[in-house]
C-alpha cells in the first residue's frame, strides 16, 4: 500500500496497491524530490481511461519496473478529473513539445514543478516504433545524473514559453451576424454529408455544436442548420455509440459511420447530448429525439445516479469477458450465438437483422456492437420491444464495468440542467426531483458558507481541490435550469452567488477570464482555455450562465461580464467553429436578446399551466422563464407584472423593451 491509500479520487485508488510508491500531488512530494535530488515522475489519467488501465497493468503493477521508478524518480499520481487545472497546464506543455497530448500523460519534472521530458502511454518493451518504459526511465535518470545543466536549460525555455503566452480572445466587440453566419459556413464545410457529424475518424458527439445549429435556426430559419442537426443526432443514435439496449452514448466512435464506439461513458456526455435531444424535440416534434432524450435521462439515473443523490462521473469500457480477462466493450457485444443462446433461433435472426449483429461482427472476435443500420428495414416494435426486454437482462447477469462514483461539481451541473428540462417537457416529475436532489447534494456538499466550491466529492464526502471555472459556471447553468422549471427561488439565488465569485475571482482584464481563481495553488502557469472540447469550456459556460442570471435579474454587471467574455467568440467562432460551440450557442441567445418571459397566475388555474407550458415550449435561444404569483419575491421578473382582467397573463421582452402582455397560449407561442 503506497500514499494513495485513503484519498478520495477512485482512479488514485485504483494505483494503491502497485508497487510503485506513488505520491498524490502536494508539496510534500516535490519536497521529497528535493531532499533526494531526484525528478518527479507524473501520471495523468482517470478512471474510465483504457489506455491508462493497459499502462498501469503492464508498468506500473510490475515489480522491475516498480523499484526503477521507485529508485530514481518521485512518483506522483494525478486524477485529471479532480485536477483540471493540472492537467491543463502540462497537457499544453505535452502538446507544444510533441504535437499531439492524450491520456495517460507521462511528464517528467524538475522538483520545482517544470517539464523538461514529454509522453502519453509508453509500452513495457519497444513497440511500434516508440521506446520503451524502462528505456525511458533509464534515459531521463541518466540525463539528470549526467546532463543537469541541459535538463534544466530545457525546464527553464519550457515554463517562459508557457508563461509567455498571450491569449489573444477577440477584442472588443461581441459576435454578431457575420461572425455566426461565418461559423455555420465553417460547420457546413466539415460536415460529414453521408455519417453526420464533423470530421472524419474518431468522431466525437458534437454536442455544443449541435445546441448552436439549433439555436441558429430557431433565430434565422436556417433550414441547413437543422437538417445538419437533425440527421447527426439521427446517425449517432442509430449507431453503436448509442446503447440500443439500455441508453445513453459512449464517449466516441473509432469510425467515422459511429459503428464502434470507444466504450466507455461519461457523465457530460450524457449530461449534453440528453439536453441536445430534448432541444430537438422542441424544434422538430421528433419521435426519435423524444425516446432518446427519455432514454438518456433514465440511463443517468439508473447507472450513475450515487446513494447520496449526486451523479458518477463514468463508466469504465472494460469489464470482465467470462474468462476472468477485462476486454473493452465485453458487457455490451454480441455474437449471433449469444442472441440465440438468450433468444431462440427465430427471435434471435430478427434481433440479428434488427441490429447488425453478423457472423462477422462489427467489432472484435466476431462480436458485435448493438446498432440501427438504415438499411436492415423497419421491424415490428411489438416484436423487438420484448426481445430488448430479454436481452438487458441476460446482458445485466455479465460483469458491469466498472464506475467512478466521485461526484464533480460542473458534471453534475450539466446534469441538473439536463434532468430538470428533459423531465418539465415530458411531464417527468420524477426526473426533475433527481436534479433537485443533485443539486441539494451540492449545496450540502460541496458549496461552503461564501459559496466557495470544492471539485470533488465520494460517499457524501467532501474532497480537498478547490472548484474551477468550469464548476462555478455548469453549477449555476444547472440552478438556473432548475429554477426555471421548479419555481423556486433559492436556486436562482444560489447561482447568483456563485457568478458573483466568478466576476470576483476568475475574471482578468477586457473580459476574459482564468480557469482557476486568483488565490488558488500557483502552478507554472495560469490556465485559461476558451475552446470547448468534451465539455463547454468554463470561460463560455460562464458567459452563458451570467447572460442567463442577467436576463432574469436585470443586472447590468452579469450582462456586461458575459458580453465581455464573447469576445473571444468573434475570434475564435469563424476559424474554429467545432471548438467553440458552446461559445456560439450562448452568441446566438445574445444576438436573440434573450427573451425574458414571465407568467403570473395561480398554480391551480387551467391557462397559467398553459401558458407556463408554451414557455417552456419556447425555442427562442437561451430564453428565460420566471413563473408565479403576480409581485412574487421569488424572481425579479415576477415584479410589477400584474393580472390582466384578473387572470393569467404572459409577458415577453427582449433588449429592454417589452411586449403587450398575451393571456392566449397561441398568442405566446407566437412570440417565441
Not at 517562459?160 to 477577440?170: F, T, V
Not at 455474437?335 to 433461433?345: C, H, I, N, R, S
Request: glycine share 10%; net charge negative; hydrophobic share 45%.
Amino acid at each position: 500500500m503506497n500514499r494513495l491509500a485513503g484519498v478520495t479520487s477512485p482512479y488514485l485508488l485504483q494505483h494503491a496497491d502497485n508497487p510503485v510508491d506513488w505520491w498524490p500531488w502536494g508539496p510534500e512530494a516535490f519536497a521529497e524530490a528535493r531532499r533526494r535530488d531526484v525528478p518527479v515522475l507524473l501520471s495523468v489519467g482517470y478512471s474510465a481511461c483504457h489506455w491508462c488501465h493497459v499502462m498501469a497493468h503492464e508498468s506500473f503493477e510490475d515489480d522491475a519496473i516498480a523499484a526503477l521508478v521507485n529508485e530514481h524518480f518521485v512518483a506522483v499520481k494525478v486524477d485529471r478529473e479532480e485536477r483540471p487545472d493540472i492537467d491543463a497546464v502540462y497537457m499544453e506543455a505535452v502538446q507544444a513539445a510533441t504535437g499531439q497530448g492524450g491520456w495517460p500523460m507521462t511528464v517528467f519534472l524538475t522538483p520545482d514543478a517544470a517539464p523538461f521530458y514529454f509522453g502519453t502511454y509508453f509500452p513495457p518493451e519497444p513497440r511500434h516504433g516508440m521506446p520503451s518504459f524502462p528505456e525511458v526511465l533509464v534515459g531521463v535518470k541518466d540525463a539528470w545524473a549526467d546532463r543537469r545543466e541541459e535538463v534544466g536549460e530545457v525546464a527553464d525555455r519550457i515554463v517562459k514559453d508557457l508563461a509567455g503566452r498571450s491569449l489573444a480572445y477577440g477584442g472588443d466587440g461581441v459576435p454578431g451576424e457575420e461572425e455566426l453566419a461565418q461559423a455555420l459556413l465553417g460547420l457546413t464545410r466539415e460536415y460529414d454529408a453521408t455519417h453526420g457529424g464533423f470530421g472524419g475518424a474518431p468522431k466525437f458527439p458534437p454536442s455544443m455544436a449541435l445546441e448552436f445549429l439549433l439555436r441558429h435556426h430557431a433565430r434565422t430559419g436556417a433550414e441547413g442548420a437543422l437538417q445538419m442537426a437533425a440527421d447527426t443526432c439521427e446517425a449517432m443514435a442509430r449507431g453503436g455509440i448509442y446503447d440500443q439496449l439500455g441508453g445513453g452514448f459512449a464517449r466516441y466512435a473509432v469510425d467515422r459511420e459511429w459503428v464502434v464506439p470507444h466504450f466507455e461513458k461519461m457523465l457530460y456526455d450524457n449530461a449534453l447530448l440528453c439536453r441536445v435531444y430534448a432541444h430537438l424535440w422542441k424544434a422538430t416534434g421528433s419521435d426519435l429525439a423524444r425516446r432518446v432524450a427519455l432514454e438518456t435521462a433514465d440511463f443517468l439515473v439508473r447507472e450513475l445516479r450515487t446513494p447520496e443523490g449526486g451523479f458518477a462521473s463514468a463508466l469504465d469500457a472494460d469489464s470482465d469477458d467470462g474468462t476472468g480477462k477485462h476486454v473493452e466493450g465485453a458487457y455490451y457485444a454480441w455474437t449471433p450465438a449469444q442472441l440465440a443462446e438468450v433468444l431462440g433461433a427465430q427471435d434471435a435472426a430478427l434481433a440479428a437483422a434488427h441490429y447488425g449483429v453478423t457472423e462477422a461482427g462489427t467489432f472484435e472476435h466476431g462480436s458485435s456492437v448493438l446498432q440501427l443500420p438504415r438499411d436492415a428495414g423497419v421491424a415490428d416494435a411489438e416484436r423487438i420491444a420484448p426481445i430488448a426486454a430479454r436481452l438487458l437482462a441476460a446482458r445485466e447477469e455479465r460483469e458491469r464495468p466498472g464506475r467512478d462514483d466521485k461526484v464533480v461539481a460542473a458534471w453534475n451541473g450539466l446534469a441538473i440542467a439536463a434532468l430538470a428540462e428533459t423531465g418539465a417537457l415530458f411531464d417527468r416529475p420524477d426526473l426533475v426531483e433527481r436534479a433537485t436532489e443533485a443539486a441539494d447534494l451540492l449545496v450540502r456538499v460541496h458549496m461552503d458558507d461564501t459559496a466557495r466550491l470544492t471539485r470533488t466529492s465520494k460517499d457524501g464526502r467532501a474532497g480537498t481541490n478547490a472548484g474551477v471555472l468550469e464548476d462555478y459556471a455548469d453549477v449555476a447553468e444547472g440552478f438556473l435550469a432548475l429554477a426555471a422549471v421548479t419555481g423556486e427561488g433559492a436556486w436562482l439565488e444560489f447561482a447568483g452567488f456563485l457568478l458573483d465569485l466568478v466576476l470576483d475571482r476568475f475574471t482578468a482584464e477586457g473580459g476574459a477570464l482564468y480557469d482557476t481563481a486568483h488565490d488558488a495553488e500557483t502552478l507554472i502557469r495560469r490556465p485559461q482555455d476558451p475552446t470547448d472540447n468534451a465539455t463547454p469550456s468554463g470561460w463560455t459556460a460562464a458567459a452563458g450562465a451570467l447572460l442567463s442570471y442577467a436576463a432574469q435579474t436585470g443586472s447590468e454587471a452579469h450582462r456586461a461580464a458575459a458580453e465581455g467574455a464573447l469576445g473571444v467568440v468573434k475570434a475564435l467562432g469563424p476559424r474554429a467553429p467545432r471548438f467553440i460551440g458552446w461559445g456560439l450557442a450562448v452568441s446566438e441567445a445574445l444576438l436573440d436578446g434573450p427573451r425574458e418571459i414571465a407568467v403570473v397566475g395561480a398554480p391551480g388555474d387551467e391557462t397559467f399551466r398553459e401558458l407556463r407550458r408554451t414557455a417552456l415550449l419556447a425555442t427562442a435561444p437561451g430564453a428565460v422563464l420566471a413563473f408565479g404569483a403576480p409581485d412574487s419575491e421569488e424572481f425579479p421578473l415576477l415584479r410589477d407584472r400584474p393580472l390582466v382582467a384578473g387572470g393569467s397573463a404572459a409577458y415577453v421582452c427582449r433588449h429592454f423593451t417589452c411586449d403587450a402582455p398575451v393571456t392566449d397560449p397561441d398568442a405566446l407561442r407566437r412570440k417565441l
